[in-house]
């Protein structure tokens, strides 16, 4: 619309929505270009996967996931995660209440070694524990003489996934936690609160969620994690096979279905770690915007 | 109870934040800790909180040592400046915090917790929001449930960091007048700080202007008001005009003003500085005699009791700051451009290092 002299325009005008977006075929192209690389690369591969699981029928498809080295993946993946991410949780609360918290020498040594795992190849990580605890390794020789078996075994596994998996947490709750910033702890503190009443009553419950967000991405690292592993678990089968290994073993094999199959658990625990994770994500958002 | 500091001295990082600060405050006493941002006024109610601990010097409650006391054990409410509270718990719960954590052997039972934590609400006026969220409260409201919290474990001393610094101007007074309200009527001892002169002179039974880690001056809001112990009180304190002149003769020559500096006769030329309140300047539209200024009258701002005006000296080309009653300034009929004669009226004479 025009204003003679543009001086009549009053505050409570909105300007028109056209100004504020680009032209409609401008639109249109970057939606459809944004909807063509998400269909490209995500929904065609999660597609495939089901339907290259299902290809030889349910039946086949079931077969695959109660063989017997298959159940024996799938646990050794529940025992990595099941161990690594409450070590990572507790860790992480620890760490990021620290540094969160209080001032103190090192806080960003401490930082920046938090995020080392991140930075390392999940490749080297599982070479660093082979160097160290390897029959060539530092301590090598040391435990096979005692029997102690780390290495190609489940062990060097459960280090290896908590090795790379450390910062998740941490990750999650230090930014939230500094945004908090150290007041309610005070107020709690002189109200007469001790150090464990205010952490169970005050601090926990303010990053629930972004506890929570940090244990679905941990977990689902920890479960879908690879490189380290693979270096580490000599891939026995039946024994030291997690399950994106077991995958690989029945793809080298030709076994596609049955691969596959396999695959479509990994996707499923995608799927539903998405889910749960927008959900904490919402959450958390909303924790920080009733600030 | 009594609060008394002992040359308390407190360091971050190399800036001296408190450095060497005496201060007594007498039981049942609302006093305000007056200053600018970074005068050290939030570290010493720290201090006293528990929150903080000083590098040397002595806290005394009741006479007794407390320096090495926890916040935990002092008994203290604190008001936070951003009412730190507990976000994911109701005005109820939040009110009741303290109570709920004491040790279970003076823990109230939940019914005498429930009635306290109801008398507190009614005494803030918020019985029928107890079961809000702090997010879902204004700022005056928020700014109660924080104080109401802080009385809830019946604490000896009630300090206060900014408490209406967050608020919009109209809440701030009502607020301000009801804690004044609320003191009379509960007589806890009570600290509060602030940066705004208006709030410390209406509230306060005392103040204690402070600056650069430093108590420059303290007792009752007349007693600063009217007696400034230095310059920067004097200045912290209210609008005030500066009229720059040397020692002559015994005497401080401030342009045709001549003012008695008894036992001063031996500093000649040394500079003084004369402050006067913006009131106590004096406007006629003809000479009275001879200890006058002359000026131009630069800007009226004439709505309110009071007419305020910026006049220029003929002389120094510098700004004084006047105010008017509304009578006089009817009678006088001023207009901007016209000349006056202005006479400052009691004068405080300050030198470089001695206050007449």
């Given at each position: 619309m025009h204003l003679p002299g543009g001086l009549k325009k009053t505050a409570n005008e909105k300007p028109s929505a056209h100004r504020l977006t680009e032209p409609a075929p401008v639109r249109w192209v970057l939606t459809g270009m944004a909807l063509l690389f998400l269909g490209l690369f995500l929904v065609v591969p999660l597609a495939s996967v089901f339907s290259q699981a299902l290809e030889k029928g349910f039946g086949a498809y079931l077969a695959a996931i109660r063989?017997?080295?298959?159940?024996?993946?799938?646990?050794?993946?529940?025992?990595?995660?099941?161990?690594?991410?409450?070590?990572?949780?507790?860790?992480?609360?620890?760490?990021?209440?620290?540094?969160?918290?209080?001032d103190f020498r090192?806080?960003?040594?401490?930082?920046?070694?938090?995020?080392?795992?991140?930075?390392?190849?999940?490749?080297?990580?599982?070479?660093?524990?082979?160097?160290?605890?390897?029959?060539?390794?530092?301590?090598?020789?040391?435990?096979?003489?005692?029997?102690?078996?780390?290495?190609?075994?489940v062990p060097g596994i459960v280090l290896a996934t908590i090795f790379v998996t450390f910062p998740f947490v941490a990750r999650e709750l230090i930014p939230l936690m500094q945004s908090q910033g150290r007041d309610e702890e005070e107020a709690a503190l002189v109200l007469g609160a001790g150090g464990f009443t205010t952490f169970f009553r005050v601090t926990l419950p303010n990053i629930k969620w972004g506890v929570l967000y940090g244990v679905i991405l941990c977990n689902a690292r920890a479960m879908g994690e690879f490189g380290a592993v693979s270096?580490?678990?000599?891939?026995?089968?039946?024994?030291?096979?997690?399950?994106?290994?077991?995958?690989?073993?029945?793809?080298?094999?030709?076994?596609?279905?049955?691969?596959?199959?396999?695959?479509?658990?990994?996707?499923?625990?995608?799927?539903?770690?998405?889910?749960?994770?927008?959900?904490?994500?919402?959450?958390?958002?909303?924790?920080?915007?009733?600030? | 109870m009594s609060i008394e500091i002992r040359n308390i001295t407190k360091q971050f990082n190399g800036f001296h934040a408190l450095s060497s600060v005496d201060l007594t405050v007498p039981s049942g006493e609302l006093v305000a800790l007056l200053g600018p941002s970074g005068s050290g006024k939030t570290t010493l109610l720290r201090i006293i909180a528990g929150l903080e601990f000083a590098d040397t010097g002595s806290i005394l409650f009741n006479g007794e040592e407390a320096t090495h006391r926890g916040a935990k054990e002092r008994r203290v409410g604190f008001v936070f400046q951003h009412y730190a509270l507990f976000r994911h718990l109701n005005v109820?719960?939040?009110?009741?915090?303290?109570?709920?954590?004491?040790?279970?052997?003076?823990?109230?039972?939940?019914?005498?917790?429930?009635?306290?934590?109801?008398?507190?609400?009614?005494?803030?006026?918020?019985?029928?929001?107890?079961?809000?969220?702090?997010?879902?409260?204004?700022?005056?409201?928020?700014?109660?449930?924080?104080?109401?919290?802080?009385?809830?474990?019946?604490?000896?001393?009630?300090?206060?960091?900014?408490?209406?610094?967050?608020?919009?101007?109209?809440?701030?007074?009502?607020?301000?007048?009801?804690?004044?309200?609320?003191?009379?009527?509960?007589?806890?001892?009570?600290?509060?700080?602030?940066?705004?002169?208006?709030?410390?002179?209406?509230?306060?039974?005392?103040?204690?202007?402070?600056?650069?880690?430093?108590?420059?001056?303290?007792?009752?809001?007349?007693?600063?008001?009217?007696?400034?112990?230095?310059?920067?009180?004097?200045?912290?304190?209210?609008?005030?005009?500066?009229?720059?002149?040397?020692v002559d003769g015994g005497a401080a020559k401030i342009a045709h003003i001549s003012v008695d500096l008894p036992g001063h006769g031996d500093k000649d030329g040394a500079a003084v500085v004369a402050y006067v309140r913006p009131y106590d300047i004096e406007i006629n539209?003809?000479?009275?005699?001879?200890?006058?200024?002359?000026?131009?009258?630069r800007h009226i701002q004439g709505a309110g009791a009071v007419a305020r005006f910026e006049l220029e000296r003929l002389d120094s080309r510098e700004i004084i700051e006047a105010e008017l009653t509304r009578e006089r300034y009817r009678e006088l009929g001023l207009q901007t451009g016209d000349t006056v004669f202005v006479r400052p009226r009691n004068m405080r004479v300050f030198t470089q290092d001695y206050q007449i």
């Open positions: 063989e017997p080295d298959a159940l024996a993946a799938i646990k050794l993946t529940l025992i990595a995660a099941g161990i690594s991410v409450p070590l990572n949780l507790v860790f992480g609360i620890a760490a990021s209440w620290a540094v969160a918290k209080f090192g806080k960003s040594l401490l930082i920046t070694l938090i995020d080392l795992p991140f930075s390392v190849s999940p490749v080297i990580s599982g070479l660093i524990f082979v160097l160290l605890f390897g029959l060539q390794g530092w301590i090598g020789e040391w435990l096979s003489a005692n029997s102690f078996k780390i290495i190609f075994a270096v580490v678990s000599g891939h026995i089968r039946g024994l030291t096979n997690t399950l994106p290994l077991h995958v690989e073993i029945l793809y080298n094999e030709y076994n596609f279905a049955a691969a596959f199959a396999v695959a479509s658990l990994l996707a499923f625990l995608a799927l539903l770690t998405l889910v749960a994770k927008s959900i904490a994500e919402w959450k958390v958002r909303e924790q920080i915007s009733a600030e | 109820f719960q939040n009110v009741a915090f303290g109570l709920q954590v004491k040790p279970r052997a003076e823990r109230p039972s939940k019914r005498e917790i429930r009635d306290k934590v109801h008398e507190l609400l009614r005494l803030v006026q918020l019985e029928q929001l107890a079961g809000r969220y702090p997010a879902q409260l204004s700022g005056g409201q928020r700014q109660r449930v924080a104080l109401a919290r802080a009385l809830a474990v019946e604490p000896e001393v009630l300090l206060l960091d900014e408490p209406f610094g967050a608020l919009d101007a109209k809440v701030r007074q009502e607020l301000r007048r009801w804690l004044r309200k609320l003191h009379d009527e509960i007589h806890v001892t009570s600290l509060f700080v602030t940066h705004d002169q208006e709030e410390a002179l209406e509230v306060a039974d005392r103040i204690v202007v402070m600056n650069e880690g430093r108590v420059e001056q303290s007792g009752t809001p007349e007693e600063v008001y009217d007696k400034p112990a230095n310059p920067f009180v004097f200045n912290f304190l209210g609008n005030v005009n500066l009229f720059h002149g040397r539209r003809v000479r009275q005699g001879s200890e006058e200024i002359q000026a131009i009258v």
